[in-house]
Every structure is written in C-alpha cells, then in structure tokens.
C-alpha cells in the first residue's frame, strides 16, 4: 500500500457488522474485509436489549486487525441501524444497554404521544413515516422507566460508538432525522416537539452534518489497537441507509433506489422534504441524506423474513443452503400467497413460518408448505410491496420512475431482482451489495482530500469501481 491513505469502516447491521478498509487509488474505490462479526438481540427480564459491550470489542477487534493490515489509516467513519440509542449519566457513563427496536414497550405510549402532539402535526414537523419503534416512542416509553431520571445525554448508537473512541458527543444529521425529534426542514432538533413531550433540550447533543471530524482516536485506544495515535473519527452518513444511497450509483434524477437488507428501503433522493396530507397519509418518510439531500422513502419488510425462517428451520437441526433454497423457490409454479411484509405481525423474532402460514390462511390464500414455498411467498411479496412503493414515490414526487437500482445484500438475491423488475415493469440494476461500506468510505475520503466534488462525481467514482448487474422486465 505504501504511504497510501486507508479509511475504515465500521458498518454494523441489525444480524451482524463488519470492519472495512477502503481507499482511492486511479479514480476507483477499493475495498478489503478486514473482520465480520454477529449482532443480536438478547432477551432479558423480558426485554430485548443490545450487547453493547460485546459491540465495543467487536469494534475494537476490528480496528486492531485494521491497524495490523494496513499502516497508513488516517481516519475512521461508523454506520449502524436507526431509532435505537443509549443514555448516558451525568459522570459520561451508559445507563444501561440500549434497548432493541424489536422490543415492544412502545405499544403502550402511542395513544399518549398523539395525545401531547397530534400525528399530523408531527410529521409536519419531522416528516417520518408511523413506525411503533421510532426513537420518539422510545423516548416516551423511556420517561416511565427509573433510568430516565439519571439521563444526562442521549446517543444515537453510532454516535454512542464514536463517543466511546474518541469522549466526543455529537449527533450526526442522517440519523437525527430518524428519531422523529427532528425538524426536516429547519434540519435541526424541533423545540415544539421536544417541548410537547418533555424532553430537554440539553439531552440532544448539536447535530452535525456528515464528513465532520468527531475528535482524535483515544490515547488509549489507539495503543491498545495499534492505529496511529493521529487517526480520526469522521462522521459518515451514519445510518447505513444513508451510507447506503451514498453508495448507489444512481444513474438519473428519475432513479428509485431500493437499499435491501433486514429491512428494506425503497424511495428516491429529493433536495426538499414533502410534508404534505398526501405524503403522510402514504406513510411516506423524509430522512436526512448526505450533502442536505432528503431521502424520500417508506421501510418495507425486508429479509429478515427470510433469515427468520432460516433460523427457525435450523433450529429444528437441519441446515438450509441459501443459493439451493433461492432456486428452488425460483421454480416454485404453482399460486403462492402475498403477505403484508411490512406488517406489524412480523416486526417480532421468532415462528417466523408459522406467522406467515397464518397470515395467507386469514387472507384466503394459499398456504406456503414447503421451504421453497414459504421463500417464494416472501419474494413475491417483498417485490409486489417495492413495486407498490417506487409508483407512489414517482406519484408523490412528481417524478417518472425510469429505473430501480437494489443495493445491499438484496443485490445478490437473483430472484428478488427479477421478481422486482417485472412487478415495476422498470429495469432493475442490481448492485453494488457493498454500497454502505463503499459510501462510509467515499464521504471520508472526501473529507480527508482523498476525492473532491458533488455526490455526483462521488457516484462516478461507485460507477468507475463496481459492475451492477442489469434485469429487464419480462
């Protein structure tokens, strides 16, 4: 490598994270593994909570495996999940492990959100689509609990993870948009929404934007991993989906991107947010993107319903061979039923088969038996779901949806994409599956002077380096 300059990026999903090194050499991105490692909810005293601390040395295993690869890395950037976060007291200690998404406390709270702050004037505030688990039912579900009271400052978990390398607090823009405490157009913390709900303005770190210097690596740490003690953390786009579209080589301004994992996020990038009645009453989301950009989108259920399913089939001991599974399911000709995959029955872990097997008996229609039936069923109904989302984003938008681009680990999935583009009736360009990674390290390296320019010329970069492959509709 000589005295090239390497970025890392710790990019961490809900089933598991890794640590990357990437840098720019002749105009392209490259990109190495340097350490993959699991992520999961524990369940404890009925609750689901996040290992942090297993999180932290999965972490710090990474960059001491980083460090021992490559010598010249100036400069680290973290993506995670939204909505979750950690509290910390008042002495910078976390009160605690931060509770899971997937947890269910925020049933009860609901009603009394919307009782302090009616929903449509929220999302003419914040703009975010109603999902049971976003942060501002957290918070609220938060206040009934005894931690609150000994709550100093609140960190989205990348900024919490950022915090425990460098002692620095700040919140990144990307993943402040998710909480629903923020406002999309002032793009800053809302007062009216934190007054409404009591929360003080003090528990919110200053929102940065992405490709801030966040401080120096911790003494400590960086003798303890190896990295130079002059190595950084640089906010990226630090929810991964931010990171993600960053990543995705849109090919027009009439692109809709579909960034397709545990979750998946279909929509298309905007330079202003819509808070219109019609907007909200489609459940549409407006988060922040890198660079001041909206991403315009709605979740959808994603493949989590898939390595659900895999999990319970393995737990009764008989592995599951993916690519065998896939192309057994593509052979599937017979009816199979279309769930909704982003349905609140199928947020929670566990009997996965048997919720979708209910979910097609109720509806009237036919009952997945086999493997290859239950995977058919889900990506027919995650491609009818991405199709139904891309026409009212054009819809909405005001835009003709020309082409699809899927990036992230639905890339790989052959019978996703070509089930997608012909539910759209659009060309689908599948690809890059390491788009997260790709944008974590082009907004450092921009940063750090290692590339200039737009998000444009950061795409060309993706474009130059990577080979999607294209499905035309059938």
Known sequence: MGNQAVFGAVD?????????????????????????????????????YWDFGRLCSDVIDGLTRLAARFDHVISIGIDTWAVDYGLLDRTGELIGDPVAYRDDRTAAVIGDVHAKIDFAELY??????????????????EQ????????????MLPDLLAYGLTGQRQTEATNASTTGLFDATAREWSPVIMDRLGVPASLLPPVRPSGTVIGKLLPDLARKTGLPATTVITSVGSHDTASAIVGTPLESPAAAYISSGTWSLVGVELDQPILSAESRLANFTNEGGVDGTVRYLRNAGGLWLLSECVRSW???????????????????????????ADAEEFIAPDHMPERIAVACERTGQPVPRTRAEFTRTICESLAAAYASIVRTAGELSGRTIDSVHV?????????????????????????????TAIGNVLVQARA????????????QVVRASTNPRRYTPS
Do not use: K
């Open 407 to 435: 990036v992230g680990g639905g890339s790989q999935n052959e019978l996703l994409c070509r089930l997608t583009a012909d539910r759209c009736g659009l060309p689908v360009i599948a690809g890059p599956t390491e788009a």
């Open 144 to 155: 009934r609990e005894d931690r609150w009271s000994r709550a100093e400052t609140l960190l």
């Open 448 to 459: 750090h002077g290692a590339l200039s320019g737009t998000l444009a010329d950061l795409r």
């Open 124 to 141: 003419a505030i914040a703009g975010l689509q109603f999902l049971p688990f976003n942060t501002i039912y957290q918070v609220a579900a």
């Open 314 to 340: 393995e737990s009764d001991g008989q592995p599951v061979d993916l690519d065998r599974l896939l192309a057994e399911a593509a052979a599937v000709t017979g009816p199979v039923g279309i769930i909704d």
């Open 12 to 48: 961490i999903g809900a089933s598991g994270g890794r640590v990357m090194a990437g840098w720019i050499a002749d105009g392209r991105i490259e990109l190495e593994l340097v350490h993959r490692f699991g992520n999961q909810m524990d369940q404890r005293d009925g609750r689901l």
